[in-house]
């Protein structure tokens, strides 16, 4: 059974900083995608930002871009979303997911694209605020 789990969210005041980290479990192959996706309240879910575990290529939004960093540590099975300079629009839930169909020669912007998702996270809560 496929489970992921996130950890690291909070309250951060404006200009603060946040590590999320996904680890996930029972998913055998190591060629797939991680996504990390935020839904704040009202709001469609988006995707933010995701790494591509056969080469490590990686994909931002353009919201978040400079701000965010993914990173993977494999020995863990932990990707982990390193979040600075966080604004109060970043409120949201974030959550991390699974693409197994992922491969080399899949293009980045279809990184976002949830529907390619088949395992997700139970999302963890990031506010930011003063």
């Known amino acids: 059974q496929v489970q992921l789990v996130e950890s690291g969210g909070g309250l951060v005041q404006p200009g603060g900083s946040l590590r999320l980290s996904c680890t996930a479990s029972g998913f055998t192959s190591d060629h797939y995608g991680i996504g990390w996706f935020r839904q704040a309240p009202g709001k469609e879910r988006e995707g933010v930002s995701c790494?591509?575990?056969?080469?490590?290529?990686?994909w931002y939004s353009d919201s978040v871009k400079v701000r965010l960093t993914i990173s993977r540590d494999n020995a863990k099975n932990t990707v982990y979303l390193q979040m600075n300079d966080l604004k109060p629009e970043d409120t949201a839930v974030y959550y991390c997911a699974i693409d197994p169909n992922w491969s080399s020669i899949t293009i980045m912007p279809m990184c976002p694209m949830a529907w390619r998702y088949d395992y997700w996270g139970q999302g963890t809560q990031v506010t930011v605020a003063s």
């Open positions: 790494i591509s575990t056969p080469d490590g290529r990686t």
